[in-house]
């Protein structure tokens, strides 16, 4: 009798050991249609890209992809509490703002939201990053500002880690955006993957 208990323990301690380990390396990803592969096949979008890199360096990272095309920080902060419990994350990383901006949404609003997602992820033991959004110049310079301003604020606010502008290098580039100019294209995930392996591990070993 003892004998089976000890291997029952044993075999529980053997399965409950690698669960742990990788809810501790669980970043769950919010963003809009530049994380979502839009206009892509999912598995040519950067994210499952730099999944596969973590997968082949065998590391302990799992990527999941809550972005979709079109989001705000509202449309994410709906459907937060439902992914927190879900997936139970230990980071999470969060790239919107820029449906806010091209839809000409109050910046203190955005702002709010913003602070309410990262608040919300903390409150459930979650390490927070944000990423810097930029939007087209035509939306004027005062507004501009304020916009992109607003990150770095409520990162501040928050304490939350702030991540570059993944798009800063491949804007400007027309082989590497889509027909819209505003999506990049099957070429230009590869260096986003790359830029975004850099940037997660700098924030993974800040915390």
């Given amino acids: 009798m003892t004998h089976s208990i000890l291997r029952f323990v044993f075999v529980l301690f053997l399965v409950i050991k690698p669960l742990s380990a990788a809810a501790d390396n669980t970043i769950l990803i919010l963003g809009d249609s530049l994380s979502a ?4 096949k999912q598995e040519q979008g ?3 890209l730099l999944q596969d890199k973590y ?7 799992e990527l999941i992809n809550a972005s979709i095309s079109g989001e705000t920080t ?7 509490d439902a992914l927190l419990e879900q997936y139970q994350p230990s980071h999470v990383l969060i790239e919107l703002g820029a449906n806010d901006g091209l839809r000409g ?3 203190t609003k955005m702002q709010a939201n ?6 919300k992820s903390q409150a459930a033991n979650a390490m927070v990053s944000l990423m810097e959004i930029y939007i087209p110049p035509n939306y004027g310079p005062r507004y501009s500002k304020m916009f992109t301003d607003s990150f770095t604020q ?6 939350a880690h702030l991540l570059n502008f993944f798009m800063l290098n491949v804007a400007d580039k027309p082989n590497l955006m889509q ?4 999506h990049p294209n099957k070429e230009a995930q590869p260096l986003i993957r790359d830029e975004m392996y850099d940037s997660i591990n700098q924030w993974l070993n800040k915390d």
């Fill in 46 to 48: 950067w994210v499952k």
């Fill in 179 to 182: 027909r819209d100019q505003l």
């Fill in 55 to 61: 997968d082949a360096e065998q590391r302990n990272i």
């Fill in 154 to 159: 409520v990162s501040e606010k928050t304490n």
């Fill in 105 to 107: 949404f109050p910046v």
């Fill in 74 to 80: 509202g449309g994410a902060l709906r459907r937060l």
């Fill in 114 to 119: 913003l602070t309410d997602l990262i608040e």
């Fill in 37 to 40: 592969a839009y206009g892509l």
